[in-house]
């Protein structure tokens, strides 16, 4: 199959690479050439439009930074849309606010173009581990064309429901993994400055019914003090945003994402937004006294 990939970033670029051993051709744009050299000995061919990677594929996925991103590729200039095919599918694996991809998916649909939402989760690691958990909104009949593809990709595919259910689920899914590394990051905190081993405390906790696979792998790297990215704290702070928005939108009540909203706010207002989304215990350390 012929398949275009727009964003190769930290995680696109492997997921492309996973299809490309799968021996699917792939059809790729990329505002940096930079991010193209890991392609330059596989069975890949830079184009110089979005566009022009439709106009040679049978499936274009789309990998970027939010809402305004995918809208600029699919249906800008030189976009997506300008160079489609009948019957070309894009599957927007960005996450962006559910509303956004509906909208997205109705105006490619007017041309004739299927759309799914297929937000990822699993970070840079689950992305090089074709490991990555993968929520899909749109038709059943749509999805089933893709899943192969997806199945190349993640370990866990659900198709949630229509365009826009994928989004709604990553939101679910960043609440979660937002309060929870929050609440590890607390716990953690609460403990150090009570003048009692973290590490301890973690493995007590990691039998009882306190485990989580939040505890067990982010709560080991706060312990190794391994604040590199997999999910950066920028991003989390944004996907927040877009839980927030549509609660705002909804009138719903959302206190712990809210609080945790905030938490990534500070983080990326004092200039550790590049760092890991587990930096909100250096936070909370800095808004603490010294240890009792």
Not at 157 to 163: A, E, N
């Amino acid at each position: 199959m012929n398949v275009g990939f727009i964003g190769l970033g930290l995680m696109g670029r492997p997921l492309a690479l996973h299809l490309e051993k799968a021996g699917h051709a792939l059809h790729l744009w990329a505002r940096r050439a930079d991010t193209l050299q890991p392609f330059a000995r596989v069975n890949a061919k830079a184009h110089v439009s979005a566009a022009e990677v439709a106009r040679h594929s049978d499936v274009v996925i789309t990998m970027v930074a939010d809402a305004p991103d995918v809208e600029a590729v699919c249906l800008g200039l030189d976009g997506i849309a300008e160079g489609a095919k009948p019957g070309l599918i894009v599957v927007d694996m960005s996450t962006i606010n559910p509303n956004a991809a509906r909208t997205i998916a109705q105006r490619l649909g007017e041309k004739g173009i299927e759309f799914l939402d297929a937000p990822v989760s699993g970070g840079e690691t689950g992305a090089i581990n074709a490991a990555l958990t993968i929520m899909v909104g749109g038709k059943a009949e749509v999805f089933e064309k893709v899943k192969p593809l997806f199945d190349k990709m993640g370990k866990s595919v659900t198709l949630i429901g229509d365009s826009g259910a994928g989004q709604v689920a990553k939101a679910c899914n960043q609440i979660l993994t937002g309060v929870g590394v929050l609440a590890v990051a607390e716990a953690f905190n609460f403990a150090t400055k009570s003048g009692v081993d973290a590490g301890k405390v973690r493995e007590a906790l990691l039998g009882g019914f306190a485990y989580s696979k939040i505890l067990e792998n982010h709560g080991q790297r706060m312990l190794d003090r391994n604040f590199k990215p997999g999910f950066k704290a920028w991003m989390h702070q944004k996907d927040l945003r877009i839980v927030m928005e549509e609660a705002h939108r909804m009138g719903l009540m959302l206190p712990a994402a809210a609080a945790t909203g905030q938490v990534f706010n500070a983080l990326v207002g004092s200039g550790m937004g590049e760092n890991d989304s587990i930096s909100a215990l250096m936070m909370l350390e800095k808004m603490s006294t010294p240890e009792a």
